[in-house]
């Protein structure tokens, strides 16, 4: 899905040849209580999302921006944007009973003006009761710690970011992951840099430089396009480490 959306908004950008991302409105429903409401989807976007800052907390757009999470307005219903209309029908009940006691503070007409921060801790109850496997909670809690960032909660921020690590530890030693040690160590070295620890985030990124990524999921060329990648990120993150520590 996420892999087709990439693709799709590449097109888009070469085809109307901008440099920004854009997102449009349009009617969803909600899965759990049947409120419609107006949520943004994805317009266009293009590769460059890939060299955008948040690289080094290998988290990209669209989960940097506020549109990203759904919300409803009536139930509180959370989740990424491409899960939103992909519920199974069995866990509803399950999800009903666990809204019956979510709160917000006041009245939304809009979910953009519920706190990302708020509409992520809802989808992180949420995607518990779905059930995602271990890159998933991984990457979920680096987007937490970087949207907790944003709003300067840096104590929420940083107990987002040691989930991750030890998420991202657990992945290593998972045969499930093998190849992909690569990527994790990059993880580890980033989750370590954005909670104070540039020292030990050195001692990964040097780990992982010595390695190759690969994924047996995956097509040769993608898996060597994404080794170039990393190759590559690995050596902008030591300079951006070491240009910190000039500043
Ligand atoms: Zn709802």
């Known amino acids: 899905m996420k892999r087709t959306l990439i693709i799709f908004g590449v097109i888009l950008s070469l085809t109307f040849n901008i440099s920004a991302t854009t997102w449009f409105p349009a009617q969803h429903k909600c899965p759990v209580c049947k409120k419609k409401n107006i949520y943004q989807e994805i317009g266009s976007y293009g590769s460059y999302i890939y060299s955008w800052p948040s690289k080094y907390q290998y988290i990209y757009w669209p989960l940097t921006d506020l549109p990203s999470v759904y919300s409803c307005i009536n139930c509180h219903f959370s989740s990424y944007l491409w899960d939103f209309d992909n519920i199974?029908?069995?866990?509803?009940?399950?999800?009903?009973?666990?809204?019956?006691?979510?709160k917000l503070d006041k009245k939304y007409k809009d979910y953009l003006d519920i706190p990302m921060t708020r509409r992520l801790e809802i989808a992180e109850s949420v995607y518990k009761i779905l059930g995602r496997d271990t890159q998933f909670w991984c990457e979920f809690y680096r987007v937490i710690g970087y949207h907790y960032d944003q709003v300067?909660?840096?104590i929420k921020a940083k107990e987002a970011r040691l989930k991750a690590i030890d998420l991202a530890r657990f992945i290593l030693l998972d045969s499930m992951y093998i190849g992909q040690e690569k990527?994790?160590?990059?993880?580890i070295a980033a989750m370590n840099n954005f909670t104070g620890h540039k020292d030990s985030a050195l001692i990964y990124l040097d780990k992982?430089?010595?390695?190759?990524?690969?994924?047996?999921?995956?097509?040769?060329?993608?898996?060597?396009?994404?080794?170039?990648?990393?190759?590559?990120?690995?050596?902008?993150?030591?300079?951006?480490?070491?240009?910190?520590?000039?500043?």
């Open 208 to 247: 992982a430089s010595s390695l190759t990524y690969s994924n047996l999921k995956w097509e040769k060329k993608d898996v060597d396009n994404h080794d170039e990648y990393l190759t590559d990120l690995i050596k902008q993150y030591k300079e951006f480490i070491s240009k910190k520590d000039e500043e």
């Open 183 to 187: 990527e994790n160590l990059y993880i």
């Open 88 to 102: 199974p029908k069995n866990k509803i009940d399950t999800l009903k009973k666990f809204l019956t006691q979510t």
């Open 152 to 154: 300067k909660d840096s």
